[in-house]
């Protein structure tokens, strides 16, 4: 078990191009979950699956936002023509379902620094 | 709705002094609460959490957090602080009924004073 991991860890595009990000989770956690976290705010929750099924989305997630978990596996996060407002760090995490009990803990990955040009 | 106030966006403590972070939240079921702490470019790490039961957790690294119903507080403290604490915290709750997704704080950055 070798935890959550991103990549690619930074990114930098320029304003309107397409960029997508990757998360691989703990392998026996069926949870995944995005967040964004801008300079200076804590990180803020954009959209979460359960298996490969996409449960919830924030209204931050606009349509040029779009994420998948195909295999209930990994997932990608995908921005299509980024503006300078999506710079920030994406951060993954996932977890066991609250079935035991009611809640189980977010395990994060180390994050996607995406810097738009 | 729900919401995370960590009321100190600054804090400078000596090393070896006592630290207390405030944390208060907003939530209208049982919370369930965490202490996650970030060093610069790295991803977040959970350093305690409550769900129920006794109201003083203890967590790694030393710290412990005290759960106070009445004043919406989960304040973090830890009794002699280390340099390599130095770093910011966020202070989260969890919504079980929206997916377990969790709800932060705008954080509070903690300096140490050599």
């Known amino acids: 078990d070798t935890g959550v991991s991103q990549n690619p860890r930074h990114k930098i595009t320029k304003r309107g191009q397409n960029v997508t990000f990757r998360c691989d989770p703990i392998s026996e956690h069926n949870r995944l979950y995005w967040y964004r976290q801008t300079l200076g705010q804590g990180p803020e929750f954009l959209t979460y699956?359960?298996?490969?099924?996409?449960?919830?989305k924030s209204r931050l997630l606009s349509d040029r936002f779009s994420a998948e978990r195909p295999k209930g596996s990994f997932s990608t996060l995908e921005i299509q023509r980024t503006e300078q407002g999506d710079s920030a760090m994406y951060l993954c995490?996932?977890?066991?379902?609250?079935?035991?009990?009611?809640?189980?803990?977010?395990?994060f990955g180390p994050g996607t620094r995406l810097t738009v040009l | 709705a729900q919401s995370v106030t960590q009321p100190d966006i600054h804090i400078t403590v000596s090393e070896g002094a006592s630290l207390e972070l405030r944390c208060n939240y907003s939530y209208g079921a049982t919370p369930y609460l965490f202490w996650y702490v970030q060093s610069p470019g790295q991803g977040l790490q959970l350093l305690l959490k409550y769900f129920s039961g006794d109201t003083l957790v203890q967590g790694i690294k030393g710290f412990e957090a005290e759960f106070k119903r009445s004043q919406s507080s989960f304040n973090l403290r830890k009794p002699s602080v280390h340099w390599s604490d130095a770093a910011e915290y966020f202070c989260a709750v969890g919504l079980m009924e929206y997916g377990n997704k969790l709800v932060f704080g705008a954080g509070t950055i903690l300096r140490v004073k050599s």
């Open positions: 699956f359960q298996n490969e099924a996409q449960l919830e």
């Open positions: 995490a996932s977890s066991l379902p609250g079935l035991a009990r009611p809640y189980n803990e977010q395990f």
